[in-house]
T-cell receptor, first 107, second 117 residues
Framework: DAKTTQPTSMDCAEGRAANLPCNHS???????VYWYRQIHSQGPQYIIH???NNETNEMASLIITEDRKSSTLILPHATLRDTAVYYC????????FGAGTRLTVKP | GAVVSQHPSWVICKSGTSVKIECRSL??????MFWYRQFPKQSLMLMAT?????????EQGVEKDKFLINHASLTLSTLTVTSAHPEDSSFYIC?????????????FGPGTRLTVL
């Protein structure tokens, strides 16, 4: 498996940008990077994914380094409802979850 | 967007009984569905992968005779926990792969919380 490494936890002030890093140094050239989040007692929610280029949607932006060994998920204006566990996943045949980053957005 | 449903959302059963959990892809066809289990304060652990019309592939350490998976159609997969025991109490989550999407992304259901008394 292409292992990912994420900080265990992060805090962010409400209204500020939340930048969540992920290392995936063993990623292969055709493997996508996916980000999901899980709010307590719910199923994972898709956020964004990318291959090489930076991506942006209504929820977040994904910045992938040129060597593809790391990426950063950016929530531009974090709200209290963004408090969740965020998972960075490198997709091979299936999605395997690491420990993720517990993001706490504080007022 | 693609929606995956699970039924029931929660279930309580007595030890020794069997419980069936359904996973449906509501607006797309899914040739592959996945079953995960999540214990409190832990991450999701992949249990098995099921392909429509064929036998499921189980992860190491997951008992195939205890966790029966049926994927009889392109929109429905079921997980039956047979002879459930308290240690099977967990949050069970399914996902379905939409092959029409970029990268073969998976869409996740809301989960089923199983409590075995």
């Amino acid at each position: 498996d292409a292992k990912t490494t994420q900080p265990t936890s992060m805090d962010c002030a409400e209204g500020r940008a939340a930048n969540l890093p992920c290392n995936h140094s063993t990623i292969s050239g055709n493997e996508y990077v996916y980000w999901y989040r899980q709010i307590h007692s719910q199923g994972p929610q898709y956020i964004i994914h990318g291959l090489k280029n930076n991506e942006t949607n209504e929820m977040a932006s994904l910045i992938i380094t040129e060597d593809r060994k790391s990426s950063t998920l950016i929530l531009p204006h974090a709200t209290l409802r963004d408090t969740a566990v965020y998972y960075c996943i490198v997709l091979r045949n299936d999605m395997r979850f690491g420990a993720g980053t517990r993001l706490t957005v504080k007022p | 967007g693609a929606v995956v449903s699970q039924h029931p959302s929660w279930v309580i059963c007595k030890s020794g009984t069997s419980v069936k959990i359904e996973c449906r892809s509501l607006d797309f066809q899914a040739t592959t569905m996945f079953w995960y289990r999540q214990f409190p304060k832990q991450s999701l652990m992949l249990m098995a992968t099921s392909n429509e019309g064929s036998k499921a592939t189980y992860e190491q350490g997951v008992e195939k005779d205890k966790f029966l998976i049926n994927h009889a159609s392109l929109t429905l997969s079921t997980l039956t926990v047979t002879s459930a025991h308290p240690e099977d109490s967990s949050f069970y989550i399914c996902s379905a792969r939409d092959l029409s999407g970029r990268g073969g992304e998976q869409f996740f259901g809301p989960g089923t919380r199983l409590t075995v008394l």
